[in-house]
């Protein structure tokens, strides 16, 4: 039996759901030991969490007097000192923002292969898919060298639950200080509303969603259904929606079960940024708009019309 650790990413000393996919994927081998590195967060908090999807042993990882969160060098380091300290060979995380920052950190000190945005692992084989070329090409990647480290995009596994008795373990790094590179403050957009690249499910506006205040009916739609709002790359570039929301190659990668695009006509630049959601559900006036060849429904009528009769319906 080896140990196979996987990085998670909280909030607000909660685990973020995503985490639960990369879990599963860890776990699926049958025959490894599960860790979760847990950095910046209260362990304890997290422990229900962790131990409903499969965690064996929680490390807490800390270096004292320094708070990791704040300088990611050292965090890859403590990081580093933990796999090391418990002889570990496979580092999983998330594909989010944070995940790629750290992980690239860490392979970069250790001088180790890394894939990012991964959609399936093969530990025994030492193998990742992962896409190509705006996702028109999937490639199977062997990773070698001595550690095995990749990022899985969000919501590409099902999570499945396996109850174990997780135990907590402190582990101390002894990496130093130092001041050369900190974060000192971040600033976050729509704060409380759930991260696009992890979202569930997603609600996208196009060309028509042309004002603020039409996306705020898309925000209604959305919040119902506990999602998040989503562009294409017209309304931002027109000034109707911030560039953190849009969704394309020239956006965020996103993965969601539903997908619903309100008004987007399809471009394959867009279609990239969606293409491996579960379900699309596509809300559109044209009814030879490209995206209505593409989706799982079509609804050909005015969004809206549709969005706050679905809004009102999801409601009940």
């Given amino acids: 039996m080896s140990i196979i650790a996987v990085l998670i990413e909280t909030t607000e000393n909660s685990v973020k759901p995503a985490n639960f996919g990369v879990l599963t994927a860890a776990r699926n081998t049958g025959v490894d030991e599960i860790y979760g590195f847990v950095t910046g967060a209260d362990a304890q908090m997290c422990k229900d969490d962790l131990a409903k999807y499969g965690v064996e042993k929680i490390i807490s990882i800390e270096a004292e007097g320094t708070d990791l969160t704040r300088k990611p060098d050292l965090q890859a380091k403590a990081i580093i000192a933990a796999l090391q300290h418990y002889d570990v060979t496979a580092l ?30 093969d530990f025994q084989g030492r193998t990742v898919r992962k896409p190509y070329f705006a996702g028109k090409t999937i490639a199977t990647l062997k990773l070698n060298g001595d550690y095995f480290l990749c990022g899985i995009r969000a919501n590409s596994i099902e999570p499945v639950e396996a109850k174990t008795n997780a135990e907590i373990i402190s582990f101390q790094a002894n990496v130093g200080d130092d001041d050369a590179y900190m974060i000192t403050e971040v600033k976050k957009n729509d704060s409380g509303k759930v991260d696009l690249s992890e979202a569930n499910v997603i609600v996208a506006g196009g060309r028509p969603v042309a004002s603020a205040d039409h996306f705020q009916m898309l925000e209604k739609c959305a919040a119902v259904m506990n999602g998040a709002v989503g562009a294409s790359r017209v309304p931002v570039d027109e000034g109707h929606a911030s560039h953190s929301i849009q969704v394309g190659q020239t956006g965020k990668i996103v993965n ?36 209505l060849g593409k989706c799982d429904y079509g609804i050909i009528g005015d969004i809206f019309e549709v969005i706050p009769a679905l809004t009102a319906e999801l409601s009940k």
Avoid at 94 to 120: E, F, P, V, W
Avoid at 256 to 264: D, E, K, Q, S, T
């Fill in 256 to 291: 969601p079960r539903l997908y619903i695009a309100c008004g987007i006509s399809g471009s394959i630049q867009h279609y990239a940024g969606m293409k491996t959601s579960k379900v699309i559900v596509a809300i559109n006036s044209d009814k030879d708009a490209p995206i």
């Fill in 92 to 121: 999983v995380g998330l594909s989010s923002s944070l995940g790629k920052d750290i992980m690239a950190r860490i392979a970069a000190q250790l001088g180790a292969s890394l894939a990012l945005d991964c959609l399936s692992i």
